[in-house]
């Protein structure tokens, strides 16, 4: 093989892994921007999410907040999804667990007794759509060092 041509292909080779490298270093900060926006675009205008993580087989939410006439009803320092291997398998969407860790929510009872929903998630007007969703499944729940806070008028 001719050594000129072979640094040609090792300065090509070397080039399109670089490229490669750059393009994943930079889509993943774009992609949880992404997932993020559309998270919190989703739940409505009452949801705010610090940051999103995302890693092999698990979402990392921080800080995610409800709020209600401006004041947060339910946060959680973070939460962590890890998906079940055989999700693609089932129908519907598959967690092996779920872990909320430092959870707060606020719930009261009015004068009359009726209990106050503490998470309102805006319904947006529906689209017409051909496929609905599957159940979920999650296997296992934590909750580390959790807050309820209980009001009743």
Same mark, same amino acid.
Not at 91 to 100: D, H, N, Q, R, T
């Given at each position: 093989?001719? @050594? #000129?041509?072979?640094?040609?292909?090792?300065?090509?080779?070397?080039?399109?892994?670089?490229?490669? !490298?750059?393009?994943?270093?930079?889509?993943?900060?774009?992609?949880?921007?992404?997932?993020?926006? $559309?998270?919190?675009?989703?739940? %409505? /205008?009452?949801?705010?999410?610090?940051?999103?993580?995302?890693?092999?087989?698990?979402? %990392? !939410?921080?800080? @995610?907040?409800?709020?209600? /006439? %401006?004041?947060?009803?339910?946060?959680?320092?973070?939460?962590?999804?890890? /998906? #079940?291997?055989?999700?693609?398998?089932?129908?519907?969407?598959?967690?092996?667990?779920?872990?909320?860790?430092?959870?707060?929510?606020?719930?009261?009872?009015?004068?009359?007794?009726?209990?106050?929903?503490?998470?309102?998630?805006?319904?947006?007007?529906?689209?017409?759509?051909?496929?609905?969703?599957? @159940?979920?499944?999650?296997? $296992?729940?934590?909750?580390?060092?959790?807050?309820?806070?209980?009001?009743? #008028?």
């Amino acid at each position: 093989m001719d @050594p #000129h041509f072979r640094k040609k292909l090792i300065i090509i080779s070397a080039a399109i892994v670089l490229v490669i !490298v750059v393009g994943i270093v930079l889509l993943i900060p774009l992609s949880n921007y992404i997932i993020k926006h $559309q998270l919190e675009r989703a739940m %409505g /205008a009452n949801f705010s999410v610090e940051r999103i993580s995302l890693s092999w087989g698990s979402v %990392g !939410v921080y800080e @995610p907040k409800f709020l209600k /006439a %401006g004041q947060t009803v339910a946060y959680a320092k973070r939460i962590i999804l890890k /998906a #079940h291997l055989l999700t693609l398998l089932k129908p519907g969407f598959s967690i092996s667990s779920a872990v909320l860790e430092e959870p707060s929510l606020k719930l009261e009872v009015s004068q009359s007794g009726e209990w106050g929903v503490p998470i309102v998630i805006e319904k947006k007007p529906e689209t017409p759509s051909t496929s609905k969703p599957g @159940p979920l499944y999650i296997k $296992q729940i934590v909750i580390k060092d959790g807050m309820l806070f209980f009001q009743d #008028h």
